[in-house]
């Protein structure tokens, strides 16, 4: 091998080794993270990160609400409803509880966001009086019906609509959570149902601030 060659191809190993800590850091938000104990920790996170699109909803608080408006935090989207029986109350009892575990510097740049699959009975005033049973820093989000699918669309979180004539409905949907980084895209999910005990090592390094 020749000078030439042997530079060449030192060169070329440095730049699949930069370029390997690059996509790793991308991947884990912080390079440190071990993927393989964030995937057993249930966190999925994407090849590359998707664009939301651009939407209005409405807050808790009765204020117009942009999408892009998840930004500047990590954020976990949770897609439920107030009148659900089950999955949502004890879905947000974890997420009570996982905050409080987490140290205070992941859990301030942390928002825990509900979306609601079902804006005919959840008004702003009905998410905001749920979730206060839960965590008031929670962030209640409602709106237009067809804006909530394609949000839902857009970060593959799957619902049916239910018939809202029949009474005492239930909305099917899934207790999978989005995550998406400060930069507001879809970094991954978080798999139901929760592992708290997993969850509270993986998020710090994961929610870490860049720089």
Known sequence: MTRTQKTVFILVAVVALIIG????????????????????AGIVLLPQSRELPELSLVDQDGQAFAVDQLKDQW????????????????????????????????????????VSVDPHRDTPEQLKKYLGYFDADFTGLTGDPDAIQKLANAVSVPYIPADTREENYTVNHSANLVILGP????????????NNQKLVVQLPELLKPAG
Request: glycine letters at 6%.
């Open 75 to 114: 954020s976990l989207l949770f897609f439920g409803y107030t009148f659900c029986p089950d999955i949502c109350p004890a879905t947000l009892a974890e997420l009570r509880q996982l905050r409080s575990l987490l140290p205070e510097e992941a859990r301030d740049n942390l928002r825990v966001v509900m």
């Open 183 to 194: 930069d507001g895209t879809q970094r991954g999910f978080i798999r139901a149902p929760l």
């Open 21 to 40: 800590l690059t996509v790793n850091k991308v991947l884990t938000g912080k390079g440190q993270a071990d993927p393989t104990a964030l995937l057993d």
